[in-house]
């Protein structure tokens, strides 16, 4: 099966500017997970959803960062304006359900100058 | 509220030697999942191994093997003749309606 895909790979931008980042999980995973991961520490929640539904996004700083999973399979997350401190790397994973292993794409590392 | 601990920051073992990798958590729940995920520099998060704590048969995947115990909140991971290729940062996590993470042990292979 295809896994999670995540695009771009990488993206440099000022502050200021908004970026946004795809992801494309694994077909009929209705669980869809977006995680900041800062140089040597573990993911942090972003955002979770459950098929349409963004059931836990406490984490998403919302003056800044959007989500959004139209019919339930991609999922776009912008950041705008994006600030120096966001400079990261995005993850996205989905799971069948909540409870099952998670499957990760290959992230996103933003840098903002 | 649920936390994970991995105390060893970073870890080396010669190539084909084994190695352990800790993990406790603080739960009050008594059904729960607990995995390892390992990391590697391409930065794409894969599992390892996955326990559910109902079972108290240890779970294996090939090389790699977890000691779980339940009582002492302990889930550590041991990897037998180790491999270049297990080179990765670590990470331990614990579930139940919200997955906790640990901070990771970069684990290093020496030749």
């Known amino acids: 099966e295809a896994g999670v895909v995540q695009s771009p790979r990488y993206k440099i931008i000022e502050k200021k500017q908004p970026v946004a980042f795809w992801c494309n999980p694994i077909?009929?995973?209705?669980?869809l997970y977006w995680y900041r991961q800062n140089l040597g520490q573990g993911p942090e929640l972003l955002i979770r959803?459950?098929?349409?539904?963004?059931?836990?996004d406490s984490q998403l700083p919302k003056d800044r960062f959007s989500a959004e999973r139209l019919k339930g399979v991609d999922s776009t997350l912008k950041i705008q304006p994006a600030e120096l401190g966001d400079s990261a790397v995005y993850l996205c994973?989905?799971?069948?359900?909540?409870?099952?292993?998670?499957?990760f794409g290959n992230g996103t590392r933003l840098t903002v100058t | 509220a649920q936390t994970v601990t991995q105390s060893q920051p970073e870890m080396s073992v010669q190539e084909a030697e084994t190695v352990t990798l800790s993990c406790t958590y603080d739960?009050?729940?008594?059904?729960?999942?607990l995995f390892w995920y390992k990391q590697p520099p391409s930065r794409q998060m894969i599992l390892v191994i996955r326990?559910?704590?109902?079972k108290q048969q240890n779970a294996t995947e090939n090389r790699f093997s977890v000691n779980f115990q339940k009582a002492a909140k302990s889930f550590s991971l041991k990897i037998s003749d180790s491999q270049l290729g297990d080179a990765a940062m670590y990470f331990c996590?614990?579930?139940?309606?919200?997955?906790?993470w640990g901070a990771g042990t970069k684990l290093i292979i020496k030749p």
């Open positions: 994973a989905s799971s069948y359900r909540y409870n099952s292993p998670l499957h």
């Open positions: 739960t009050s729940e008594s059904d729960y999942y």
């Open positions: 996590a614990y579930s139940n309606y919200q997955l906790i």
């Open positions: 326990q559910e704590a109902y």
């Open positions: 077909s009929g995973h209705n669980t």
């Open positions: 959803y459950e098929n349409e539904e963004a059931v836990d």
